[in-house]
């Protein structure tokens, strides 16, 4: 979530953003960030990438062969 954070070019949405991610109910405060702001598109590419380059490197860390 803090790497999404930083990729908010307006500094004020993104200080916004990761004091939001601090502490207790972080994933909710989060959650509702980004429905306020309409980027839910944007925060689920962004995660769906992040988890396929997590998978791939290990498939490639434990020599598996996959098909992107």
């Known amino acids: 979530m803090e790497d999404f954070c930083l990729t908010i070019s307006n500094e004020r949405q993104q200080e916004v953003f990761l004091s939001s991610i601090r502490g207790k109910g972080a994933f909710r405060r989060f959650k ?10 944007q925060w689920y590419s ?8 997590i998978a791939i490197g290990w498939c ?9």
Do not use: A, G, P
């Open 60 to 68: 490639r860390d434990n020599n598996i062969n996959f098909i992107e």
């Open 46 to 53: 962004y995660r769906d990438e992040r988890f396929k380059q």
């Open 32 to 41: 509702d960030r980004i429905v306020e702001l309409d980027i839910e598109e």
